[in-house]
C-alpha cells in the first residue's frame, strides 16, 4: 500500500509498531465513537483485522494511520469500505485519537488524502460518507472536500441507547476531479 503525503500530514499502512496504541483508542468509546455505535474488540481480533483489510473491501479495519508529518506522530486513523451489497461505491471513515490534534485540519487533510487515493486506485465513481446529523465536525470535514448532502437516513443508527438520524454524503469522480485540478 502506499504512502501518501499532504502538506502537513502523511497516511502510511498501519505497522505493528502502532497497533496497541491505535487499539487503547479503538477501545475507548469516547474516542472512536461518540456520535457512532462502539464494540469492544480483543487485541488479536484487532490485529487480525488490520492484517486482513487488503483482501476484504468491505473490511472496516484502519487502512492508514494518519501521521503528523513535522512531530512524527500518529495521531489518527482512516478507512474505506464498501458499504452497500449491491451499490458500488466507497464510504470514508476517520478518526483523530489524539483529541489535541483536532481542530486544526488534519482530519480533513487526512481525508482528501484518502479520498484522491480511493478515486486513483478503484473504479468508484462515487465516494461516500455517513455522519450522525449531531456529529458536526465529521460531516463539516466532508463538506469543506466539496461532498454534497445527499440525504438523510431516518433512524439508521443505534448508539448511546437511541436510533439516530444519519446524513448521507458523497463525491462523483468527475466533481472531484473539477475540484483538485483548480490546484
Ligand atoms: C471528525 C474528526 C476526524 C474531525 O477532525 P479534525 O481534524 O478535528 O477536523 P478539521 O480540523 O479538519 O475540521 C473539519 C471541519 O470541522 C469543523 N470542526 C472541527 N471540530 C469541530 C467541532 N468539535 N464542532 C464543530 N465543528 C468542528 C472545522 O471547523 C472544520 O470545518 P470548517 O472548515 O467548515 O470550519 C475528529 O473530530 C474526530 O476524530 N472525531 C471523533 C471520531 C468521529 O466522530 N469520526 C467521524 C465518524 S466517520
Redesign the pocket.
Known amino acids: 500500500m502506499a504512502v501518501l503525503e499532504g502538506p502537513t500530514v502523511r497516511l502510511r499502512p498501519l505497522t505493528p509498531a502502532d497497533y496497541s496504541g491505535v487499539f487503547s483508542w479503538y477501545n475507548d468509546p469516547e474516542i ?1 465513537a ?3 455505535r462502539f464494540a469492544l474488540d480483543t487485541y488479536e481480533e484487532f490485529v487480525r483485522a488490520v492484517e486482513t483489510a487488503a483482501d476484504d473491501p468491505a473490511s472496516l479495519a484502519p487502512r492508514f494511520a494518519v501521521e503528523r508529518r513535522a512531530e512524527g506522530d500518529v495521531v ?1 486513523v482512516v478507512g474505506s469500505y464498501r458499504a452497500h451489497p449491491v451499490l458500488e461505491y466507497l464510504d470514508v ?4 485519537g489524539d483529541p489535541r ?8 487533510e487526512a481525508v482528501s488524502l484518502l479520498v484522491a487515493e480511493l478515486f486513483r486506485t478503484t473504479p468508484v465513481e462515487r465516494v461516500g ?1 455517513t ?1 450522525d446529523v449531531e ?4 460531516y ?2 466532508v ?2 472536500l466539496g461532498f454534497r448532502w445527499e440525504g438523510t437516513l431516518r433512524s439508521a443508527l443505534f448508539h448511546h441507547g437511541r436510533w439516530h438520524d444519519v446524513r448521507v454524503y458523497g463525491i462523483t469522480r468527475s466533481e472531484w476531479t473539477a475540484r483538485t485540478s483548480k490546484g
Open positions: 472512536v461518540p456520535f457512532d489518527g471513515w476517520y478518526v483523530l490534534a483536532r481542530g486544526h485540519g488534519v482530519g480533513r460518507a455522519c456529529n458536526v465536525a465529521s463539516r470535514l463538506e469543506g
